[in-house]
Every structure is written in structure tokens, then in C-alpha cells.
């Protein structure tokens, strides 16, 4: 919805012109403005790629890792549009592996991409089993089906602690419900107050969580870094309420006087409230059975409805729901990757709210290299959500998953949530569990971590992460930056081929790139290259970022 309004109001300026980078995948073939000449991306040569910068960006490289920043083949795109992505032949990629069969519904198998840079060292074929059910996935782990599952049922947690086939890790993450702010009676600021303190986060977290989340008090997670080396965001933030069982009845009175101020005395006059979640994991049910009693104490009469992931997604950023579920993990360790969230024409705003005051905050922390007045912002960027109370954080994520003790640590995971199986060992053929059909195996068009776990074994940036989850070298054997921190020269390795065995260039890298930026292809990370100096103006804007 944000982004069809920004996309109008584009419109209603009189500026359009034809895309300049191929045809859009099919979910949108309108035309819109976008001039990619205004771009500072060039590729200097077959084997360099030059990108210029609005501000200094600590985390560029680090961007440059992310799947949306991956080379695709655009002349395969333009053919097949959207289906390119699920049918092997046209699925080429630059990754360790290969798509090999696309099975909707049951399994995505993989094998070595024999063209790739450098030795494959993990198994012959990786196979992503399709499950969307978790004790489904449990069940295949026990049999030995599954090496690996990334969804375990709650009720089977208590009896796992102990089993060393049972992994907890920590991720830059947070499990928070959207408001829609256009939506009665969530379109009234005290009203979202009230529902986020009626809730008992001591309770989800420790009880429905078998005490492996963290209760949440804001929506930035623990873990990411501040202004001085070892300061955390988070503490240095502090809580917006206090999320602990001892505060829990102070916190619901103070949400029943809220209600009292909205005109709803003891819920009196409150519309009937649909709760939407989705049903690939039994967590989400038990969180909104939880939420329907809680906010019963209010008065508040709650529906529960869930739907399959496909729908649901599309359900909740279409904004043609009440309260949803959501979550979100980091793309990469800044504060930022949480707080662009929710500028107006984010494609990931499913909240449907819109402050030109915040989006200023946040432009103005992309156009500035300088740390501590970066943090700055970002802290009162983050008071501003809560000032207007358009989101409700109920608990910081944790990594919980089952692996095989053989795969021991050739298989590793990242804070952001990916899982990487490209190393592993012991296994001829791996058979994995993330989840259900992917979203998407598009790098440009996919927004999960599941989705982007297939996809990283299947494509590869200018830069990886590695296993410190820090960015290293790889279509890119190195760079050169300049020295205001503004010019960045990537130098590409020597014979690097896509899995049908032709050439990548520094061309791919524009023109994929290009791609992702323009409008039309509907990509929902496309802001993520804004902080490439023409970006705005590319876009019909009057100036950088």
C-alpha cells in the first residue's frame, strides 16, 4: 500500500519514463519513473565495478553480501519473467550449487555448481525438503529423514533441553505485532498503547517460549552496537515499558485508563478485533490464544485467523487486516536495518504508517558517516515509534533447531538467520527442513530467512558473510575505497561463470542491480541501494538520500 502511493504520487508529478533495465518479473508491468542514468554505478571495465556513495555506509560491505545485492541473468528474466525463478533451466546462478528439481509443495534439490570460483566442500546435493507443518518436520528429524530442522512444535522443547542434536542461538531479531494505523480502531494512537501493555511478555517468552526468548521493552533487539566500542544499542536505548511479570498489572491498568481516554470504558464500543497470524509454526497459535485472552481484559472481543504464509504475507502488506503477527530479523548489524522499516514508502511498512518527521530522521541517517551523530538519530527515530505506539514488540528472537551431532560445526548459522550448508560434511546427500515453499527464489523479490537461506547457496554477492559473520571476498576479490570513504572499487575474480558456464561480468552486477532499484520489478529490498549517491533522483526525487 505504501509503496502504490508513492508510486501515485510519482504519477501526479507528470514525471515517467520507461524503465531502463528490462521487463519487471510480471507482479507489475505498469510504467513509473525510473532513470538508472542517474546512478552512480558503472562498470569500468569487465572485471570493475566502480559505485559512488551519498555518505560514508560503515555496512556497505556487509549490503554488498545481501542476496538482493547478488548478480542474476536479466536477459533469462526478460524471456521468462516471474517463472525463471522456479524452473531449473532458466534458475542460473553464480552460487556453490545449483538448482537441479522444484517440487512446489515437497523439495527444492541442488547440486555442486561445478563453474564455481573454488572448490565445493560440502555435500554432492543439498536437498530443501518443503514443510510447513513443525511437528511434520519434527517427526522426519527423529525418523532420520531430515538432517537438519529449523521449526521444533513448543510442546517438545521442555524435553529437548538436554539433547545435544537441540540448538539455541541468539539472533538480531524481534517477534512484534503490526497495528494497522489506518484501521478502526487502530487508527487511534491511545488505542495501540493500550493493547501493547495489556500483554503479558514475561508469559509468551517463558512460558509459550520455554523461557528461550527474551521478554521485549522496545523493537531494536539486543546485540547491536552503539557509539562506543562494546555499548549496545538496546542499552543504552532502555525499555519503553517495563516487560516483566512484576510490572504486568500496573502495566494493564495503566492500558485500561488508556482505553478509558480513547472512549472505550471497559472495552464498551471497541469493534470486534481479528488477530492474524500464520500457521507454519504452532508458536503463532499459541501467541494469539494468549493475545485473545489478554486483551479480553480490556473488554476487547478477539477473533483468531490463520492463514498459510503465501496468503498471509500478502494479506498483511496489502494492509487489509486489523493486528498481524510479524517479525524481523537484521539484514546486517546497524540499527538502521530495524528502523527503515517504517518510512512511508518502505515496502516492508505493513503498518500503513506514515510520518514525514521520521522519515527526515532516518534520510538523515543515511546521508551521515559520522557514528555518534548517526546513533543519535537513530535513538530518536526509534522514541518516535513509541511516541506514536504504531508497533507492539512482544519478544526478541531466538534461533531454535535440531541438527544431526555428524554435522557438528561444518554447519553454521548467522544472528540474521540464515543457515548455511555449503560446508557440511558427512553427508553425500543432505536433506534439510527451514520451512515451507519459499516466498520467493527470486534475490531481488524475497524477504525471509528461509527463502534467503536457498538462495545463498544458489547466488553470491561481490562479498559473503563469514563464519564470524563478518564480510569477505567474493565475486569481488578485493576493493579499493577511497579515501573520503566515498568511492568503492570492486575488482572481480579472475574466470568467474555462472552455473551454465558463461561469463560474469561487471556488467551483471549494473544491470542486476538496476534492476532491484527500479520500481517495477516490485523489489521490497530496493531501498537498500540508497545509499548510492542518484538513487533519489533516480527515483524522481530532488536530491540524495
Known amino acids: ?69 547478488a548478480p542474476v541473468r536479466t536477459d533469462i528474466i526478460s524471456q521468462h519473467g516471474e517463472a525463471w525463478a522456479i524452473t531449473p533451466e532458466t534458475y542460473i546462478g553464480n552460487g556453490q550449487y545449483k538448482m537441479t528439481e522444484y517440487v512446489s509443495g515437497s523439495y527444492i534439490k541442488m547440486v555442486k555448481n561445478e563453474h564455481y570460483w573454488a572448490p565445493v566442500t560440502g555435500p554432492d546435493t543439498l536437498v530443501f525438503h518443503l514443510i510447513s507443518d513443525d511437528t511434520a518436520q519434527y517427526n522426519a528429524f527423529q525418523t532420520g529423514e531430515l538432517a537438519f530442522v529449523d521449526t521444533i512444535p513448543p510442546a517438545e522443547i521442555p524435553s529437548l533441553l538436554a539433547d545435544p542434536e537441540f540448538h539455541v542461538e541468539s539472533q538480531l531479531g524481534t517477534y512484534y505485532l503490526s497495528y494497522n494505523t489506518q484501521a478502526e480502531p487502530f487508527d487511534d494512537p491511545l488505542v495501540r498503547q493500550a493493547f501493547t501493555l495489556a500483554i503479558d511478555r514475561d508469559y509468551i517468552a517463558n512460558q509459550i517460549g520455554d523461557g528461550l526468548y527474551i521478554a521485549a521493552g522496545a523493537f531494536v533487539p539486543p546485540g547491536l552496537l552503539d557509539t562506543d566500542p562494546g555499548s549496545q544499542f538496546r542499552t543504552n536505548g532502555g525499555d519503553y515499558y517495563d516487560p516483566s511479570a512484576a510490572a504486568y498489572a500496573a502495566n494493564l491498568a495503566t492500558a485500561q485508563d488508556l482505553l478509558v481516554q480513547a472512549g472505550y470504558p471497559g472495552g464498551q464500543g471497541l469493534p470486534t478485533i481479528n488477530y492474524l497470524y500464520n500457521k507454519e509454526d504452532s508458536m503463532h497459535e499459541s501467541v494469539a490464544e494468549a493475545l485473545q485472552d489478554m486483551w479480553g481484559q480490556l473488554g476487547a472481543t478477539v477473533n483468531i485467523e490463520a492463514q498459510e504464509w503465501s496468503t498471509f504475507t500478502a494479506t498483511r502488506r496489502n494492509g487489509d487486516y486489523q493486528v498481524a503477527r510479524n517479525g524481523w530479523l537484521t539484514d546486517y548489524n546497524d540499527p538502521i536495518s530495524m528502523l527503515d522499516l517504517f518510512t512511508t514508502d518502505s515496502g516492508n511498512n505493513d503498518s500503513q504508517w506514515s510520518n514525514p518527521a521520521y522519515d527526515t530522521l532516518i534520510s538523515q541517517v543515511k546521508s551521515s558517516g559520522e557514528r555518534a551523530q548517526r546513533m543519535q538519530l537513530m535513538h530518536q527515530a526509534e522514541d518516535m515509534i513509541f511516541d506514536d505506539w504504531m508497533l507492539c514488540p512482544i519478544m526478541y528472537y531466538a534461533d531454535v533447531y535440531m541438527q544431526k551431532s555428524d554435522l557438528d560445526s561444518s554447519v553454521w548459522t548467522s544472528p540474521l538467520g540464515y543457515k548455511y550448508f555449503m560446508e557440511a560434511q558427512n553427508y553425500p546427500t543432505l536433506d534439510v527442513c527451514i520451512g515451507p515453499n519459499p516466498e520467493s527464489m527470486d534475490p531481488a523479490l524475497n524477504t525471509t530467512a528461509d527463502g534467503g537461506t536457498m538462495i545463498i547457496h544458489a547466488f553470491e554477492g561481490l562479498y559473503r558473510l563469514g563464519h564470524d559473520g563478518l564480510p569477505e571476498p567474493a565475486m569481488a576479490e578485493s576493493v579499493d575505497v577511497s579515501a573520503d570513504g566515498l568511492t568503492y572499487t570492486f575488482h572481480l575474480r579472475d574466470g568467474i561463470k555462472w552455473s551454465d558456464g558463461n561469463a560474469i561480468t561487471a556488467q551483471d552486477f549494473v544491470d542486476s542491480w538496476l534492476r532491484a532499484i527500479d520500481p517495477a520489478t516490485g523489489a521490497y529490498y530496493g531501498y537498500m541501494f540508497e545509499s548510492i549517491a542518484g538513487y533519489s533522483e533516480a527515483l524522481g526525487g530532488e536530491g540524495s538520500v
Open 1 to 69: 500500500m505504501r509503496k502504490l502511493s508513492f508510486l501515485l504520487a510519482v504519477l501526479l508529478a507528470g514525471v515517467m519514463v520507461l524503465s531502463g533495465c528490462g521487463s519487471s518479473t510480471g507482479t507489475d508491468t505498469a510504467e513509473v519513473f525510473f532513470d538508472p542514468t542517474k546512478l552512480a554505478i558503472r562498470a569500468v571495465d569487465d572485471k570493475t565495478l566502480e559505485v559512488k556513495l551519498n555518505a560514508v555506509t560503515p555496512y556497505f560491505l556487509e549490503l554488498t553480501a545481501f542476496p538482493t545485492y
